[in-house]
T-cell receptor, first 112, second 112 residues
């Protein structure tokens, strides 16, 4: 069983709308959690990185939250744009060897 | 500064052949990791190198190997290619610790 589960698997929204992507993990002991955006055929690009003590971090229209107690994170996208269409991948690192576990990603499509 | 550079971008090989992929990390980054990404399996960790030493290894067969040179550039090699090796191979570099990983654009390998 994957130690990082993302939902939904795919999402279609209209331009200008907000959306929230979810990431639940069981990785332990926890070191940090990253959200990446990956355009088709390109490498992932880091959006945010959060450690145990951080529960909110923003990067422009992207806001990530972390609840280390429930082992849940969310990525909220505000006022979506067509260029937000991509896969969003949650990556959780364990303290041991900074071992990274990847979620399967959420495929977001923003339509005009 | 230049990002992570992977060459070639696209590659077509025949079953049974071997292939070598190259990755030049961001200047100053001594850690280089390799990943395989397929639609069905998502991102999977292959191995990580730091200062020319393999520090971590994922769960892949011995046909997958890598190395890192003194200038931190890295190569990965896949021998006796199988159809299932068709994937996007991503390289990422970091300074280490909890610093974020910067990914290259990947090499798209197709095995026919």
């Amino acid at each position: 069983k994957n130690q990082v589960e993302q939902s939904p698997q795919s999402l279609i929204i209209l331009e200008g709308k907000n959306c929230t992507l979810q990431c639940n993990y069981t990785v332990s002991p926890f070191s940090n959690l990253r959200w990446y955006k990956q355009d088709t055929g390109r490498g992932p690009v880091s959006l945010t990185i959060m450690t145990f003590s951080e529960n909110t971090k923003s990067n422009g229209r992207y806001t990530a939250t972390l609840d280390a107690d429930t082992k849940q994170s969310s990525l909220h996208i505000t006022a979506s744009q067509l260029s937000d269409s991509a896969s969003y991948i949650c990556v959780v690192s364990a303290q041991k060897n900074n071992d990274m576990r990847f979620g399967a990603g959420t495929r977001l499509t923003v339509k005009p | 500064k230049a990002g992570v550079t992977q060459t070639p971008r696209y590659l077509i090989k025949t079953r049974g052949q071997q292939v070598t992929l190259s990755c030049s990390p961001i200047s100053g980054h001594r850690s280089v990791s390799w990943y395989q990404q397929t639609p069905g399996q998502g991102l999977q960790f292959l191995f990580e190198y730091f200062s020319e030493t393999q520090r971590n290894k994922g769960n892949f067969p011995g046909r997958f190997s890598g190395r890192q040179f003194s200038n931190s550039r890295s190569e990965m090699n896949v021998s006796t290619l199988e159809l299932g090796d068709s994937a996007l191979y991503l390289c990422a570099s970091t300074t280490g610790g909890t610093s974020g990983y910067t990914f290259g654009s990947g090499t798209r390998l197709t095995v026919v």
